[in-house]
T-cell receptor, first 113, second 113 residues
Framework: KQEVTQIPAALSVPEGENLVLNCSFT??????LQWFRQDPGKGLTSLLL?????REQTSGRLNASLDKSSGRSTLYIAASQPGDSATYLC????????????FGTGTRLTIIP | DTGVSQDPRHKITKRGQNVTFRCDPI?????LYWYRQTLGQGPEFLTY????????KSRLLSDRFSAERPKGSFSTLEIQRTEQGDSAMYLC???????????FGSGTRLTVV
């Protein structure tokens, strides 16, 4: 059974700093891995999707990496801004069979102005 | 197409009442998913449709829960005889191909009093 862990559960950093969020998964047989952002009381917004054959994806100030052999993904945020404050979740489906996404519990990020 | 739509955004109901939520996926997406999220946790899979066929159901989906997607377009999730433990955010997602990732709606926040 896939388990996804995100550490730390919460993180506060001053505005302008670069930061890294971590996502670990126990079963390396994943189809892809997706990073989401969730604002309080809202739904999930997709940030980046990495296919199992890829090593990284970039969108603006965000860069996500994937290392299947070690069961890890990281989300790098450059030049953080107060608007980046949110909960960040990673999720991975299995490569075949069922379609269930397994989520981590998220990292709550606060950017201090 | 503006994405995945969920209605209502918020629902407060008394214990024992029935509630129904609606999800309208992105029009060309044939896959539709329901997830439940409680405070401080990541979303948990409830059920999955491909077109009108319900292909997977989680053990979380007790016999008080039922989901339908009658014409392969919108879906409804009904909870009968609601309990306080049903209070959560109910999220809907859709996708076309697995490699495209998932698009989530804004969710329906259910409070059972």
């Amino acid at each position: 059974k896939q388990e996804v862990t995100q550490i730390p559960a919460a993180l506060s950093v001053p505005e302008g700093e670069n930061l890294v969020l971590n996502c670990s998964f126990t079963d390396s047989a994943i189809y892809n891995l997706q990073w989401f952002r969730q604002d309080p009381g809202k739904g999930l917004t997709s940030l980046l999707l990495i296919q199992s054959s890829q090593r990284e994806q970039t969108s603006g100030r965000l860069n996500a990496s994937l290392d299947k052999s070690s069961g890890r993904s990281t989300l790098y945020i450059a030049a953080s801004q107060p608007g980046d404050s949110a909960t960040y979740l990673c999720a991975a489906p299995p490569p075949f069979g069922n379609e269930k996404l397994t989520f981590g519990t998220g990292t709550r990020l606060t950017i201090i102005p | 197409d503006t994405g995945v739509s969920q209605d209502p955004r918020h629902k407060i109901t008394k214990r024992g009442q029935n509630v129904t939520f609606r999800c309208d996926p992105i029009s060309e997406h044939n896959r539709l998913y329901w997830y439940r999220q409680t405070l401080g946790q990541g979303p948990e899979f409830l059920t999955y449709f491909q077109n009108e066929a319900q292909l997977e159901k989680s053990r979380l989906l007790s016999d008080r829960f039922s989901a339908e997607r009658p014409k392969g377009s919108f879906s409804t999730l009904e909870i009968q005889r609601t309990e306080q433990g049903d209070s959560a955010m109910y999220l809907c997602a859709s996708s076309y191909l697995r490699e495209d990732g998932y698009t989530f709606g804004s969710g329906t926040r259910l409070t059972v009093v």
